[in-house]
């Protein structure tokens, strides 16, 4: 049952600090995207790479969000230093663009509260 | 500026009965429009997709009928089942890109 994963699945931290959320995309997919869920504003896309180079990461924060794909198996988000208006849900997704269409396959998330 | 605008935050319908959600969007080079379903705790899900160049697609108990002229998108659930309570996503494609635009998403609640 192939499927998305991220680790940690919650995090809580204070103002100040690194953090780094991991994703594992599912294997052969080329497409991976990274989205923040909050109350305000919904679901946004802050980055996405194809082939693991980046092609958008124009909804990112540039002086304190990075995002790199070390590898095909394993996408990461860094915020450095986070800040209180970082706390949301963080989702990567994978896909694979079929003929017409791309769909995307979401991971779990993970919560990130910044005290 | 929110090119995917689902303007009802929360929705209730009972079970049994019709769900409709609806959604409106500003940008005409959507060339795909996809809803998903999120539950607490998990990542959204695809449900169902709709070429821009049809008014109709239809998979089992949901329904998404697209209205070029108005911009306008709708997902209809019948029946509603408890099952179906959820945070329901509206997205658009913008013309063959990789990137899905989503909306705010409305709360569907199915009352027993």
């Known amino acids: 049952d192939a499927r998305v994963t991220q680790t940690p699945r919650h995090k809580v931290t204070e103002m100040g600090q690194e953090v780094t959320m991991r994703c594992q995309p599912i294997l052969g997919h080329n497409t991976v995207f990274w989205y923040r869920q909050t109350m305000m504003q919904g679901l946004e896309l802050l980055a996405y790479f194809r082939n693991r180079a980046p092609l958008d990461d124009s909804g990112m924060p540039k002086d304190r969000f990075s995002a790199e794909m070390p590898d095909a198996t394993l996408a990461t988000l860094k915020i450095q230093p986070s800040e209180p208006r970082d706390s949301a849900v963080y989702f990567c997704a994978s896909g694979f663009r079929v003929r017409s269409y791309n769909e995307q396959f979401f991971g779990p998330g993970t919560r990130l509260t910044v005290l | 500026d929110q090119q995917v605008k689902q303007n009802s935050p929360s929705l209730s319908v009972q079970e049994g009965r019709i769900s409709i959600l609806n959604c409106d969007y500003t940008?005409?080079?959507?060339?795909?429009f996809l809803w998903y379903k999120k539950y607490p705790a998990e990542g959204p899900t695809f449900l169902i997709s709709?070429?821009?160049?049809?008014d109709k697609n239809e998979d089992g108990r949901f329904t998404v009928f697209l209205n070029k002229s108005a911009k306008h998108l709708s997902l209809h659930i019948v029946p509603s089942q408890p099952g179906d309570s959820a945070v329901y996503f509206c997205a658009a494609r913008l013309n063959r890109d990789d990137k899905i635009i989503f909306g705010k998403g409305t709360r569907l609640h199915i009352l027993p």
């Open positions: 940008n005409s080079m959507f060339d795909y």
């Open positions: 709709i070429s821009s160049i049809k």
